[in-house]
């Protein structure tokens, strides 16, 4: 069965959590020399197990980063973690991946909130992220417009969409006038004497206000509306479009136009991922609307890189459109960094209704198959008794794959290879 395979790291946090460690410390005594010897370092942990499962680029296509790589907007920290990066993926290695197969958004973190010109354009904050990927030979990051890269492979097709959600990070939320203009006499003197932060001070504060350029998403929806209907789409994004479940007391921490973006997506007429990172946790949520020709929306968050990643394997019918995915998550914990491969997060983008746009066999090779468990090697005896083609095992093994994600039945052993399958139709 055809797939493309993509990993998608959160929030990194450098250089915080390259001095983290995987240790129970309650004596502040111990000397930092001791303890960094006896114990792990999560990102380096999680890092190496990223970089062994990127070796091959038959089994990767893609890597999308979701922002916060530094976390106090400093240009040189945002460097270093570029470079570990590169070092550590060969990100620049145009052998090995083409700049299509990479995606990176800001993050709220990435922000450098003391360089912004709050009189100019919304998008000059963005430009020293701009040029540490240029200057990497990397120019990936999406910020003053919507960026968009195809990847096929034997047909299948996802188009990435990088959004930037961070244009209101470290914008200004003034008083209102009828309340500044008194203090303005009461604070003269300091006004006029004070620099602008000082003035900024006495009169705003400043916010972290996640938003999208509108003017990106009606580029979104429009390259999704007129796209082949074979393409999935999959979105990466800093923040979440629905509220966290963890309840969050601050100001404008909720992307203030993210109810029209979900809207947007939830109703195209094909199945939509959303990617983002920001809430440091891994919930998949899926929005669906009444209209059967619509959705479904799978919002997938990525946790904070020092506890792990996913990896998305994307499944696609023999008419080559997307059927489903796996989101497998690799975590870190006290033996190291697991996978849960054997048992991942099955998502179906279709249901029965779709089964026109699958391979045209599924009917034929469902009658064959009985309403409890049945053994791959009887399936396939009963398809070959009953059908005029040649049929070979592989060519049954990927009908009854895809008449999994219909819905049509189950297979048990499916991580295992097809002979050690059993099989049962769901009525």
Same mark, same amino acid.
């Given at each position: 069965m055809k797939q493309i395979n993509l990993i998608v790291v959160g929030d990194i946090h450098f250089p915080e959590s390259v001095s983290c460690r995987f240790a129970d410390q309650k004596d502040d005594g111990v000397a930092d020399r001791l303890i960094s010897t006896a114990s792990p370092t999560p990102l380096k942990t999680v890092m190496r197990t990223l970089a062994s499962a990127c070796q091959n680029p038959n089994d990767i296509q893609g890597i999308l980063f979701c922002g916060d790589l530094t976390s106090r907007g400093e240009i040189a920290s945002y460097q270093a973690c570029v470079d570990y990066l590169n070092a550590n993926l060969d990100l620049q290695n145009r052998h090995r991946w083409a700049l299509d197969q990479l995606h990176v958004v800001p993050g709220n973190h990435d922000v450098d909130r003391s360089s912004i010109d709050h009189d100019g354009d919304v998008f000059a904050k963005f430009a020293a992220l701009e040029r540490v990927w240029a200057t990497s030979n990397t120019p990936i990051i999406a910020t003053a417009q919507l960026r968009k890269t195809i990847v096929r492979i034997n047909d299948a097709t996802v188009g990435m969409f990088s959004l930037n959600s961070c244009l209101g990070c470290g914008e200004k939320r003034y008083l209102p006038k009828r309340v500044r203009d008194p203090l303005s006499a009461i604070f003269? =003197?300091? +006004?006029?004497?004070?620099?602008?932060?000082?003035?900024?001070?006495?009169? $705003?504060?400043? /916010?972290?206000?996640?938003?999208?350029?509108?003017?990106?998403?009606?580029?979104?929806a429009e390259e999704i509306e007129h796209a082949d209907d074979r393409l999935?789409?999959?979105?990466?994004? #800093? #923040?979440?479009? /629905?509220?966290?479940?963890?309840?969050?007391?601050?100001? +404008? =921490?909720?992307?203030?136009n993210g109810g029209m973006v979900r809207t947007r997506l939830s109703t195209c007429d094909r199945p939509v991922l959303y990617c983002h990172g920001h809430i440091h946790k891994d919930p998949i949520e899926i929005i669906r609307t009444p209209d059967p020709d619509c959705g479904p929306l799978v919002s997938i968050s990525a946790p904070r890189f020092d506890d792990g990643f996913l990896r998305l394997e994307i499944f696609f019918s023999a008419t080559d459109r997307p059927l489903g995915c796996n989101v497998i998550r690799y975590r870190f914990g006290d033996s190291g960094v697991k996978s849960d491969a054997n048992d991942p997060r099955r998502i179906s983008f279709r249901g029965p209704r779709d089964v026109y746009r699958g391979n045209p066999r599924i009917r034929e090779i469902l009658n064959c198959v009985a309403?409890?468990?049945s053994k791959f090697r009887t399936i396939l005896d009963s398809?070959?008794?009953?059908?005029?083609?040649? =049929?070979?095992?592989? =060519?049954?093994?990927?009908?009854? /794959?895809?008449?999994?994600?219909? $819905?049509?039945?189950?297979? /048990?052993?499916?991580?295992?290879? #097809?002979?050690h399958w059993q099989v049962n139709r769901v009525l």
């Open positions: 003269a =003197t300091a +006004y006029n004497e004070a620099d602008a932060n000082e003035k900024f001070a006495l009169f $705003g504060e400043q /916010l972290d206000t996640p938003a999208f350029a509108s003017e990106d998403v009606d580029a979104l999935l789409p999959i979105v990466l994004a #800093h #923040h979440n479009i /629905l509220s966290q479940a963890q309840p969050r007391i601050d100001l +404008y =921490t909720e992307v203030i309403p409890e468990y398809v070959r008794q009953s059908s005029q083609k040649q =049929t070979y095992e592989k =060519t049954v093994a990927d009908v009854l /794959l895809e008449a999994e994600w219909f $819905g049509f039945l189950e297979i /048990l052993n499916r991580t295992e290879d #097809h002979k």
